[in-house]
């Protein structure tokens, strides 16, 4: 019997989730959480197998609870269930130590598939994921951000804006976006606050 846990903030979710395992002799929903930290504390006191993890929640998020489960349950498996499949959601859930990764709109079989899968140690992919792992992997190495950029990076952490950033630096606003815009083409985002949690991601900022 593979034992289930549903971590999802989303009530609606959660049961139409536990539905869809009902009629299969296998697999028991063992319990539901509404985010990360009661997934953890509940897959840890109900044993359960495999914890099927949503990433954006509010008090800790997916990312974080699969890397704390990781680290203190390791025996304990999790298949990723979002709505989001960017880079920025995809590869630190994989690097956190998810065992697979799949989308909402995944018909029901296919979930099944992939949590027995899941709970035979196998890695699972939605085909939309596994693309944007493979053109990670084709994708040319990025060069290290310069001091400049590391200094307007943690300017940016730090909350200032284009106008605040530029006047602690001494430069122009325009010099501020422009090396902006090199952070978040060296980082492989599209916007601040994703350069922001790649940047404490990867060690770049403390």
Do not use: C, W
Not at 116 to 136: I, K
Not at 153 to 161: I, K
């Amino acid at each position: 019997m593979i034992r289930l846990l549903i971590v999802d903030d989303h009530p609606i979710v959660r049961d139409g989730l536990r539905a869809a395992f009902e009629a299969e002799p296998d697999i028991e929903v063992a319990g539901e959480a509404a985010n990360g930290r009661e997934g953890i504390d509940r897959a840890a006191a109900l044993g359960v197998d495999i914890v099927l993890m949503d990433l954006r929640m509010p008090e800790m998020d997916g990312v974080t609870a699969i890397t704390a489960l990781r680290r203190s349950h390791p025996h304990i498996k999790t298949l990723v269930l979002t709505t989001f499949d960017g880079d920025s959601d995809v590869l630190p859930a994989i690097e956190a130590g998810a065992t697979g990764y799949l989308l909402k709109d995944a018909p029901t079989d296919e979930l099944l598939r992939a949590v027995r899968a899941t709970a035979a140690g196998e890695p699972v992919l939605s085909p939309s994921v596994a693309g944007r792992l493979m053109g990670q992997v084709r994708r040319p190495v990025k060069a290290a951000l310069s001091d400049r950029e590391l200094q307007v990076l943690a300017l940016v952490a730090d909350g200032a804006s284009n106008r605040q950033a530029a006047a602690k630096l001494f430069i122009s606003e325009a010099s501020i976006k422009t090396h902006l815009l090199h952070i978040y083409d060296k980082l492989g985002v599209r916007d601040r606050a994703a350069a922001v949690g790649e940047g404490y991601r990867r060690g770049l900022l403390s």
